[in-house]
């Protein structure tokens, strides 16, 4: 085809002027006319080079910047996915969490404030690890008598990179003086009235907040409807909480001996959004007179604080075996 066309453009003597073919009487016709297909043929192919690499230049390397965005969201994106692989890691910091303070008392017995039991074993505890536990940073909500409202506690842990939150509180039943014990719970779904109004009492300090349903995706105390926000909670830490709260309830019961009512679930907005495995303990009741007077002396509250050290210890070492190990876990 391209020799056919260039015969009938040699034929054409514009075309041959044009090109500045200059006519030569040796040649007939006919060799005149494949010379200058010859030509044409030459030029065809070097406006094809050239279209190749215009094509080239326009499809690659002018939108190398797209191609390298699409490739970069498509190696992201699994990432990000519901379901995506990470590494252990070695737990380097633990955040302790010393519930209520300053003006926020939480519950009280007959001469004890939940607030100071709670602070006195999380400086305990604190000081277990820290003396301990070499290349494990404490870091604590509050080491004073600071009222700090619940979503900064949460937002302190996932600020400071946190592997544990642990958050420590005292119990109370002002209509059974006899209850006693101790109590573990994770961030779930309840499955008991009691469980609800444990977390009712310790979400009920956000009132103290000023514009709280900022800052807590709508929340309300006064609308039962708007623990909504609580199913839509979905963490990859559920599993991990358990496990810490498990070993935690075993040394309650079987090394500080002391009566455990078990590992719970509940809706705590402290845990709400903590971006670790977490837990919050309820070190006993104060509205039992002996409980009380065990929560409020220091050997109670040196067993309280040693036996979630124990605990932690036995949690870090089987954490870090899976870190040392290269063992993936999924993030759901």
């Known amino acids: 085809m391209i020799y056919k066309f260039a015969a009938q453009k040699a034929s054409n003597p514009c075309y041959g002027k044009s090109r500045s073919l200059k006519y030569t009487p ?13 030509l044409y043929l030459q030029e065809t192919q070097e406006h094809m080079k050239t279209g190749y690499l215009n094509a080239f230049e326009f499809c690659f390397i002018k939108k190398i910047a797209v191609y390298f965005f699409v490739f970069s ?10 379901e995506s692989p990470y590494y252990y890691r070695t737990i380097q910091t633990v955040v302790i969490d010393a519930g209520h303070g300053g003006k926020d008392n939480g519950c009280s017995g007959k001469t004890t404030k939940e607030k100071d039991v709670a602070l006195s074993v999380a400086l305990k505890l604190g000081k ?27 937002s302190f842990a996932n600020r400071n990179g946190g592997d ?7 119990n109370s039943a002002p209509e059974t003086a006899t209850v006693h014990g101790t109590e573990t719970y994770i961030m779930g779904a309840e499955k008991a009235g009691e469980n609800l109004e444990v977390a009712f009492r310790e979400n009920s300090v956000i009132a103290l907040e000023k514009n709280y349903k900022d800052n807590y995706d709508g929340f309300n105390l006064e609308d039962p409807q708007s623990t909504i926000i609580f199913t839509l909670f979905q963490s990859s830490h559920i599993k991990e909480s358990e496990k810490l709260a498990r070993k935690i309830d075993y040394q309650f019961k079987n090394r500080a001996n002391r009566n455990s009512r078990g590992v719970k679930p509940a809706n705590f907005l402290v845990l709400y959004k903590t971006n670790m495995p977490s837990v919050l303990i309820e070190t006993g009741f104060l509205t039992n007179k002996s409980e009380e007077k065990y929560l409020a002396s220091d050997d109670g509250q040196a067993y309280i604080a040693s036996a979630i050290y124990r605990a932690f210890k036995e949690y870090k070492a089987d954490w870090d075996d899976r870190a040392k190990n ?7």
């Open 128 to 154: 277990y690890i820290t003396e301990n536990v070499p290349g494990v940073k404490v870091l604590y909500t509050r080491k004073d008598d600071t009222f700090v409202e619940l979503h900064e506690r949460a």
């Open 326 to 332: 290269g063992e993936k876990k999924t993030q759901k």
């Open 164 to 170: 544990l939150f642990i958050s420590i509180h005292c």
């Open 73 to 82: 969201v498509l190696w992201l994106v699994p990432s990000l996915s519901k």
């Open 26 to 38: 040796k040649l007939n016709d006919a060799e005149k006319r494949l010379q200058v297909a010859d």
